[in-house]
């Protein structure tokens, strides 16, 4: 969050901005959790419903891009306020994509039509919960100007990944070994890769926090647990 101000158009402005991107931060949340409820319970209503919600994550990041350029342009922001804006303007582009690639499993849960039932989908449900807990603790830390629950986020992205390399190589294993329908695991194993992207722009939004509280680049460092699984 920005400093305050003796200009209060200016600092109205700022508030404005702040409440827009955790707006769209908790209805990517929801997206995400409406994603996995429609592929465990083969809800193909709640899968349109979804898909169709991503056009408003789509106005609302139109509407912060403007309103971040704006303050830029009008406002020449300096110091933290600086960070605070070019930060926003990054910020909504990983909440944009985490957005679609929900919609991107809903699609996949209208072509499965139930044919996950078929298939073990707790590593799915589970890397599911994960990115939730991501974006609720990159929501806190945003609000808090907490550095630590930023830093948290980014350790949490190594057992997202742990999980995907796991129900990666369990879906490979029973399409070779039983001769499982092909196709619907074919489709499982997209929807693992999205949520592990999920994870990853999680990742990008804590690293972001912790630059616009710090005035630190955490990117490219050895943040993440040195021992992660690779694939």
């Given at each position: 969050?920005?400093?305050?101000?003796?200009?209060?158009?200016?600092?109205?402005?700022?508030?404005?901005?702040?409440?827009?991107?955790?707006?769209?931060?908790?209805?990517?949340?929801?997206?995400?959790?409406?994603?996995?409820?429609?592929?465990?319970?083969?809800?193909?209503?709640?899968?349109?419903?979804?898909?169709?919600?991503?056009?408003?994550?789509?106005?609302?990041?139109?509407?912060?891009?403007?309103?971040?350029?704006?303050?830029?342009?009008?406002?020449?922001?300096?110091?933290?306020?600086?960070?605070?804006?070019?930060?926003?303007?990054?910020?909504?582009?990983?909440?944009?994509?985490?957005?679609?690639?929900?919609?991107?499993?809903?699609?996949?849960?209208?072509?499965?039509?139930?044919?996950?039932?078929?298939?073990?989908?707790?590593?799915?449900?589970?890397?599911?919960?994960?990115?939730?807990?991501?974006?609720?603790?990159?929501?806190?830390?945003?609000?808090?100007?907490?550095?630590?629950?930023?830093?948290?986020?980014?350790?949490?992205?190594?057992?997202?990944?742990?999980?995907?390399?796991?129900?990666?190589?369990?879906?490979?294993?029973?399409?070779?070994?039983?001769?499982?329908e092909t196709e619907a695991y074919y489709h499982l194993l997209s929807i693992a890769k999205w949520l592990e992207r999920m994870g990853d722009h999680c990742t990008n939004l804590a690293e972001l926090i912790i630059f616009m509280i710090k005035g630190e680049d955490v990117r490219h460092q050895q943040?993440?647990?040195?021992?992660?699984?690779?694939?």
């Amino acid at each position: 969050m920005p400093t305050y101000h003796t200009n209060k158009s200016y600092d109205s402005d700022l508030r404005l901005l702040s409440d827009h991107i955790l707006l769209i931060a908790s209805r990517v949340e929801k997206m995400v959790a409406n994603s996995i409820k429609a592929l465990s319970h083969n809800d193909q209503n709640l899968a349109r419903e979804t898909i169709a919600y991503d056009k408003i994550i789509d106005k609302d990041e139109m509407l912060i891009d403007r309103q971040c350029l704006e303050l830029l342009a009008q406002r020449q922001p300096l110091g933290q306020d600086l960070r605070f804006v070019v930060s926003v303007l990054k910020m909504v582009t990983y909440f944009e994509r985490i957005g679609d690639l929900a919609g991107k499993i809903c699609q996949r849960v209208i072509k499965l039509k139930g044919q996950q039932k078929l298939a073990p989908l707790e590593g799915i449900e589970n890397m599911a919960s994960l990115v939730q807990e991501m974006i609720k603790e990159v929501i806190e830390a945003f609000l808090l100007q907490d550095n630590s629950r930023a830093l948290a986020v980014i350790k949490q992205d190594d057992a997202i990944d742990e999980i995907y390399h796991q129900t990666t190589r369990l879906y490979i294993r029973e399409m070779t070994d039983s001769g499982a329908e092909t196709e619907a695991y074919y489709h499982l194993l997209s929807i693992a890769k999205w949520l592990e992207r999920m994870g990853d722009h999680c990742t990008n939004l804590a690293e972001l926090i912790i630059f616009m509280i710090k005035g630190e680049d955490v990117r490219h460092q050895q943040i993440h647990n040195p021992k992660r699984v690779e694939y």
